[in-house]
């Protein structure tokens, strides 16, 4: 037996993308258009209240359609200098326009319909015409639910996801309306206002899961449980990197964003720590489709407080100028490396091999250095090595 799995996920890169969602969208408009004026002028000839308010459900579809199709089309606007991270946010805050506007319809049929429960006396009686309606809504609002949500799903759209469970809560509201309509035509005369209310509820609830999941969004919370650690276990499988102290994530729309802070061998070169983020970024990128970008912050220890003894530290400019005092007696380095390690600064220096040439005071160099280190507290250790390029390669 076959299940929606079975269709491939549509890639969120595929040009054909933006195409399927503005079909489905005005698919979904033209069956809004055609339900709002058959379930409001049957409802108005037929005097059920229910199917008015399941009439003015449909006409809240057709201003959330259109809502979806300005957000489709401006979402996937590329990232410019004003938002760098796209217009994908636009789908966000399309459902949370979303949500307000079912909560707000939803509050108003309540309202109309417990009016009119307080006047059942005056209330005429509903005719036959209005079950017919609401049977053929019921009909076309589940099947619009089916496609939009089999669309949504190829596509991991939350607006179309959630527009499309917008159609099955229209479905919902027409059963319980036809319900309403049929104890209303056996005698009991409330049954029609009282679907009503509960069609009001019912779109109340769903604005509200809506607007609140929209909410979450814009207020970045993070991925799962499940999808953070996913997204932690492939960072540490990463050759290169030895820890991982801060992992932060946020959703945008269909996609989502990683911050991670990994730790490498404090003595490898800058290269090869660059190299090793880039490593961590594609990894990610490729074991979850569903993450757009990476930032991975490379660091030798552990900076929990985001070193904020380090930041006080002197730079290699104000360094070097302090220690020329002390270097005076050495030839000019060729490289001096620094590691900021522990709270404290180690220094290597490599001399010209030439410089050996007076091995004896080279060594009494040496030995002056180490007497007058003791000076310099913020410096562990200082190396001192000799060599040259033995095979120099020439550029092309």
């Not at 994908?88 to 949370?96: D, N, V």
């Not at 030895?242 to 994530?249: A, F, K, Q, S, W």
Request: aromatic residues 6%; contains cysteine; charged residues 20%.
């Amino acid at each position: 037996m076959g299940s929606r799995n079975d269709t491939p996920e549509i890639s969120f890169d595929d040009p054909g993308r933006h195409g399927m969602a503005q079909r489905v969208t005005w698919i979904s408009v033209v069956v809004n258009i055609f339900l709002t004026g058959a379930q409001v002028v049957a409802g108005i000839m037929a005097h059920s209240q229910g199917l008015i308010a399941d009439g003015l459900h449909s006409l809240s579809d057709l201003v959330c359609d259109f809502l979806v199709l300005f957000a489709a089309h401006h979402s996937k606007d590329p990232a410019d200098e004003r938002h760098p991270y796209g217009h994908a946010r636009i789908e966000t805050a399309a459902s949370f326009a979303l949500g307000a506007i079912l909560a707000v319809t939803g509050a108003g049929i309540i309202w109309g319909a417990g009016v009119k429960l307080q006047n059942l006396d005056n209330l005429p009686p509903v005719q036959q015409l209005a079950l017919w309606t609401a049977i053929l809504a019921l009909v076309a609002k589940e099947s619009l639910f089916r496609y939009m949500l089999h669309v949504g799903e190829r596509l991991r759209s939350p607006m179309l996801i959630a527009n499309a469970w917008h159609a099955r809560s229209d479905a919902a509201s027409s059963l319980v309306v036809a319900l309403g309509i049929v104890g209303n035509l056996i005698g009991y005369n409330f049954a029609d206002s009282v679907a009503a209310v509960i069609v009001g509820f019912m779109i109340v609830r769903m604005g509200v899961v809506f607007a609140w999941d929209a909410v979450l969004e814009l207020i970045d919370t993070g991925l799962s449980v499940e999808e953070v650690d996913s997204i932690r276990q492939v960072i540490i499988d990463t050759p290169g990197v030895r820890n991982l102290h801060e992992l932060r994530t946020r959703r945008m729309a269909h996609r989502s964003l990683v911050d991670a802070h990994v730790c490498v061998d404090a003595r490898i070169s800058v290269s090869e720590g660059h190299r090793i983020a880039e490593m961590t970024r594609k990894r990610i990128l490729d074991s979850h489709p569903s993450v757009s970008d990476v930032l991975v912050h490379v660091d030798v220890e552990d900076d929990l407080d985001h070193d904020s003894q380090l930041q006080s530290m002197p730079d290699r400019s104000e360094l070097m100028t302090e220690l020329a005092p002390l270097l005076s007696d050495l030839p000019e380095p060729r490289r001096v490396i620094l590691h900021y390690l522990n709270g404290r600064i180690e220094a290597e220096l490599l001399l010209p091999r030439q410089s050996l040439g007076d091995l004896t005071a080279v060594n009494k160099a040496e030995r002056e250095i180490a007497r007058q280190l003791a000076e310099y507290p913020l410096i562990s250790s200082l190396s001192i090595n000799y060599g040259r390029q033995i095979f120099p390669v020439k550029g092309h």
